[in-house]
């Protein structure tokens, strides 16, 4: 029962190697995809976030005082975004917001990718406007939301 004929091993050889040869690929591909429904999942909640900081921002708030409600429009933002620049309302000041103005909303959320082949694509840079920061094996995805004060 335990032995084998010249042409079985051989079989067993051959499939060994195509499963080798055939399982990186499988997990890449696998792993990319979890990657890529991170990604969405970042674009999804920043563009929440960002319109709901902008019916804030549309009822008077100042900049300051629209940040100061980011926790409770935005929970799963990271606390270095907050603090940060990563979060913008133009214009910053309720005095320049004249009706018919339109209020824009900013926000990078940033996602940190897990996988090592795909984590190495992504390197530091700064992003336009107002220099926000995206470190190394971060995608920051971009929320942008306007409103029409009236």
């Known amino acids: 029962m335990g032995f084998y004929s010249k042409a079985e091993v051989r079989e067993r050889g051959q499939s060994l190697v195509e499963f080798a040869l055939v399982l990186p690929v499988v997990l890449l591909l696998i792993f990319g995809l979890l990657e890529f429904g991170r990604v969405l999942n970042g674009l999804v909640s920043a563009y929440h976030c960002a319109n709901s900081l902008a019916r804030v921002a549309l009822v008077g708030k100042s900049q300051e ?86």
């Not at 409770?72 to 103005?101: H, K, M, Y």
């Not at 995805?141 to 029409?148: E, F, K, L, N």
């Open 65 to 150: 005082q629209t940040l100061t409600r980011v926790n409770e429009f935005c929970p799963t933002l990271p606390a270095w975004t907050i603090t940060g620049n990563q979060i913008t309302v133009v214009p910053p000041e309720v005095a320049d917001r004249a009706l018919g103005s339109t209020i824009q909303v900013t926000v990078y959320y940033p996602v940190e990718l897990i996988v090592p082949g795909i984590r190495n694509l992504f390197a530091a840079r700064t992003l336009e406007p107002g220099g926000v920061q995206c470190p190394q094996g971060t995608y920051c995805a971009r929320g942008r939301s306007s409103v029409q004060a009236e």
